[in-house]
């Protein structure tokens, strides 16, 4: 988004009779730094909490995904994804990957097989936890959910952001940044008091998205389940 003209004296009064205690972007927080400044110091503040909550709803391959994990540096990782497809619990500590999947997850998994096996498979398997090694090559690709840097690597090109009004998510105020991308465009909505997290981000196109962060520094709770809500995959037939 680009600033068509220097904001005269007038055009900041109206800025300021509009927003009133929210404050125009030209003397607000952050006023000295650029728009790409005040996002890259939001990931920084993210990547530097113990652990975080992420949670939303993204486009992947044309299909909508919802969810919402609480991750921890340490790998740590508790939550749930949901899709057309059905969905699943997933809890990640240092030594095991846990995750219990509903029945249409699945069925959607299962469709190639005749229908017996796979009733079989399916009344096995469903409300129950499967337990792999989290070091298992099987579980890589789940446990990038569980990677904070891999999960905010997606913000760290913040290349033309420009500052916008302040707003609030959650009850807290932030500075809206808009960056122009070959996607779509893409909005940030950084804290203006305290650490200055990036709170919201979304962004607009043929896959969007929008995703919230919050609970900073709170304890993961990665638990393993009760010994008898669990399946040891080795033990199957």
């Known amino acids: 988004m680009r600033t068509a003209h220097r904001l005269t004296a007038t055009a900041a009064l109206a800025c300021a009779a509009v927003l009133g205690l929210t404050g125009c972007f030209a003397s607000g927080p952050f006023a000295d730094l650029s ?51 059905g969905s699943f619990e997933l809890i990640r500590n240092a030594e095991f990957m846990f995750i219990k999947a509903d029945e249409p997850f699945y069925r959607s998994q299962m469709k190639d097989l005749p229908k017996d096996q796979a009733d079989g498979a399916v009344k096995q398997l469903a409300g129950h936890w499967l337990k792999s090694k989290a070091s298992d090559a099987d579980s890589k690709e789940l446990a990038s959910l569980c990677d904070l840097d891999e999960l905010l690597k997606e913000f760290d090109d913040s290349k033309g952001a420009k500052k916008g009004e302040v707003t609030s998510v959650s009850g807290q105020k932030a500075l809206t940044l808009t960056t122009k991308t070959d996607e779509g465009t893409e909005t940030l909505l950084v804290a203006t008091e305290g650490t200055p997290y990036l709170l919201k ?37």
């Open 201 to 237: 981000a979304g962004i607009t196109g043929k896959e969007p998205a929008e995703v919230s962060f919050s609970g900073f520094d709170k304890p993961v709770q990665a638990e393993a389940p009760a010994d008898k809500d669990v399946i040891d995959p080795d033990q199957l037939g």
């Open 35 to 85: 728009g790409s400044e005040v996002a890259d110091k939001s990931v920084d503040a993210l990547r530097g909490a113990a652990s975080l909550t992420v949670s939303g709803k993204i486009w992947d391959e044309g299909k909508p995904m919802e969810l919402n994990m609480a991750v921890s540096k340490t790998g740590d990782c508790r939550g749930t994804i949901a899709s057309e497809e």
